[in-house]
């Protein structure tokens, strides 16, 4: 937990200075939870193909909490975010025979930078605001049975590698400042250890005007 904290005061400074040339630019801060889905993410058992039962939440969505996250708009339809996340996944996926593969409630953390833009043009709505995101991460899954490193028996070391994300998402706006944010989040890894997997989030939103945090 400890990594968890002082990742995301990294990220958040990061930020922070990244966006000092955007003054009077509005801040977005969230904090939520977050489903890790690592099924439907196209191999082999006891994983499965590219979005099968993706909205299978009973048998394979890991929902757990926290997720935070930071935005801070350069205009107004682009905005870039930072965001931390903390699980304990125990269901992996299934096999032919066996309709669960679970594991011992492995240790997830991931951390994300995204630039994302709105879409508003889809709805004709104040109070809806589409967007969509690329990006890159890096998320550390606990060693289990269907994700070990290391041959010797019994590891459960946090394995960690860089993602590739791209996301898609609503934020439904309450009043001028508060609001509710949905996304959906892929994040793909190149190295064999760290499987791809699907990261949602939902949480509260809160907005705030030429706030000088930094």
């Known amino acids: ?17 990244f966006a000092q040339s955007y003054g009077g630019s509005p801040w977005v801060f969230e904090a939520g939870i977050n489903a890790v889905n690592v099924y439907s993410v196209g191999e082999d058992a006891p994983q499965g193909p590219f979005f099968d039962e993706f909205f299978n939440v009973n048998d394979h969505w890991n929902i757990g909490l926290p997720t935070v996250k930071v935005a801070r708009y350069i205009n107004d339809d682009v905005f870039v975010s930072v965001r931390a996340s903390f ?27 995204m630039i994302n833009t709105n879409i508003n043009n889809l709805f004709e709505s104040e109070k809806v605001e589409p967007f969509v995101g690329a990006g890159f991460g890096y998320t550390w899954i606990q060693e289990g049975e269907y994700n070990m490193l290391s041959p010797a028996n019994g590891t459960d070391d946090l ?19 508060i609001g509710l944010s949905w996304e959906t989040t892929y994040k793909h890894s190149f190295e064999d250890y760290l499987t791809k997997h699907w ?15 930094y």
């Open 159 to 177: 394995v960690g590698a860089a993602t590739i994300n791209a996301s898609v998402g609503l934020k439904y706006w309450f009043s001028e400042t």
């Open 1 to 17: 937990m400890r990594r968890f904290f002082l990742s995301l005061c990294s990220m958040v400074f990061g930020l922070s200075a």
């Open 87 to 113: 699980n304990k996944l125990n269901k992996w996926g299934e096999f032919p025979n066996d309709p669960k593969a679970e594991v011992d409630k492995l240790t997830y953390l991931g951390f994300d930078a």
């Open 199 to 213: 990261q949602h989030s939902l949480g509260v939103i809160f907005k705030i005007e030429d706030c000088t945090c």
